[in-house]
């Protein structure tokens, strides 16, 4: 089962997203709709998109399409910034870039830290 959290950091102007698991279509559906609410008080271009993958893991082959979804929404909400933050996984550094350039996401970066 996929977890996330989110939060606005209106003083930084970034959104905080941490993702944790593996998501379902489900899953991914219930995140779309907390983000939905999240942003839509904010202007997406004001701030930096940061994401928190450390802890996710491979998207299935099903959820894949959700998942492009979600990268096409963040083009189409125009935020400043987006960035990606992976542990050492190259597979699914591999997908996420592999997401975002289909989706068109040149503002895209993709952190990859090394765990202790």
Same mark, same amino acid.
């Given at each position: 089962?996929?977890?996330?959290?989110?939060?606005?950091?209106?003083?930084?102007?970034?959104?905080?997203?941490?993702? $944790?698991?593996?998501?379902?279509?489900?899953?991914?559906?219930?995140?779309?709709?907390?983000?939905?609410?999240?942003?839509? %008080?904010?202007? %997406?271009?004001?701030?930096?998109?940061?994401?928190? /993958?450390?802890?996710?893991?491979?998207? !299935? %082959?099903?959820?894949? %399409?959700?998942? $492009?979804? /979600?990268?096409?929404?963040?083009?189409?909400?125009?935020?400043?910034?987006?960035?990606?933050?992976? $542990?050492?996984?190259?597979?699914?550094?591999?997908?996420?870039?592999?997401?975002?350039?289909?989706?068109?996401? $040149?503002?895209?970066?993709?952190?990859?830290?090394?765990? !202790?």
């Amino acid at each position: 089962m996929g977890k996330f959290i989110l939060n606005t950091d209106s003083v930084k102007k970034v959104i905080k997203i941490e993702l $944790e698991g593996t998501f379902s279509n489900d899953d991914g559906l219930k995140s779309i709709q907390a983000y939905q609410q999240t942003i839509n %008080p904010i202007t %997406p271009a004001d701030y930096a998109l940061d994401i928190d /993958c450390r802890k996710l893991n491979v998207t !299935a %082959p099903d959820v894949v %399409p959700l998942l $492009e979804s /979600c990268f096409v929404m963040f083009k189409a909400d125009g935020f400043d910034k987006v960035s990606l933050t992976l $542990e050492n996984n190259p597979i699914l550094k591999m997908q996420l870039a592999r997401l975002g350039r289909k989706a068109g996401l $040149e503002n895209l970066e993709i952190i990859s830290t090394v765990s !202790a």
